[in-house]
């Protein structure tokens, strides 16, 4: 009896794997840059708006703001150009320094969270919080958003500086829940660790760099057109 | 034996009931939990799965010929990566506050299970024309199914629907439908709907197909 004959399968040659991984490659690079291409300019423009509303949320009494940068003797002047993490000084009604709104980013858990909160100049603390950015764990990472225990560290978190006026007199740190005993610490959460303490270090960086300028300079700052929020 | 010719409407009609990617494949289960607290994040997330089903069944099918075998899954998911971009950068222009309440739910739309079995399955042996139906049926399907789990959960748990108030000042909220175990809650109730719909479909038409055979005799 004869044995049938074994399929013949096409063998697929090194030039028709690179052909498709190839041309594949290069049609999803240039859909991808004609897309980015196309909305760039309506993303900014969004991006803009959610960021001044940001802003309002986290200082309502400000009723103008100024965005301000360091320049290269560490003094504070208006800023000339946006930039990537804006910092803002706040005023109220009558043109009187209500506090300043600081934008800061660093690592969590999946992905870089950028926050955005303001500091009180009359309390010495922090005083609002809202996440920009975040790509965290739906469910457990992103709880540093609504958890409300959480957010309500953020009702007085004292960032005051030292005697010389050039760090934190206390380091801001994040405290397994539960455990906050002094007004610098973060109140964690439970199930989100990793997050948690990662808005510690965040906050902790961003005051300890941007705090020292801003009470030093925020008060003589003359600002130079206020813009309407 | 001649094999069954299937319709242009069966392929698109087949994703909206018989072979429903969430209430009878259970396909897709993450984004179809997680973001559908509310009925409008249901419908940006089904719409922006749709849009990925049906544009990468159309490449996928349009270069089935061109792609190796041994390369089909990295090309698959590369396809579906660039189109999951596409949207993702699509909802950024279109709302900051969309693109936020949907989270990691847009990216996480590359490793939806139903979009690549969509593409392993049909779009790599089928024509342009049925792969995109096939990809519409399926996206409206889910959309469908999501639109109703968060029906029910923005409705129960928040007392709104799109945001409109529909109840008295007096409604308490059950706020559990608004949290992850509320998606199963949700999903439960409309699993067991679906069932027993199917269930008293199938015991009809065994019962007419029973009925004809007992006049032919």
Redesign the interface.
Known sequence: MNAPAPIQQKQTTTWEMYRSIVGIGAFCALLIVTVFQATEGRIADNKARFLSNAVAQVLPAARSTVEVALDSNGALVAATAPANLPVFLGYGENGELVGAVITAQGMGYADNITVLYSYSFDLEAIVGFKVLESKETPGLGDKVEIEPHFLANFEALDARLGGDGTALLNAIVTVKQGEKTEPWQLDGITGATITSDAIGVILNRGSGYWLPALERDARDFQPPQASEE | MALKQVSSTDEFIKGLWRDNPVFIQVLGMCPAL?VSNTAINALAMGAATTFVLVMAGLSVSL?RN??????RI??YI??I???V??VD??I??I???LHRAL???I?LIVVNCLILGRAEAFASKNKPGRAMLDGLGMGVGFTAALFFIGVVREVLGSGTLFGVDLFADGFQTWTVMVL?SGGFFAMAIWLLLVNWIRQRQAEAEKQAGERAREATS
Do not use: D
């Not at chain 2, 061109?66 to 390369?71: G, K, L, N, T």
């Open positions: 997680a270069l061109f792609i190796p075998r041994e390369a990295v090309s590369c396809i990566a660039t189109f971009t596409c950068y699509a950024m222009a709302s900051i506050e989270g990691a739910f990216a992850p």
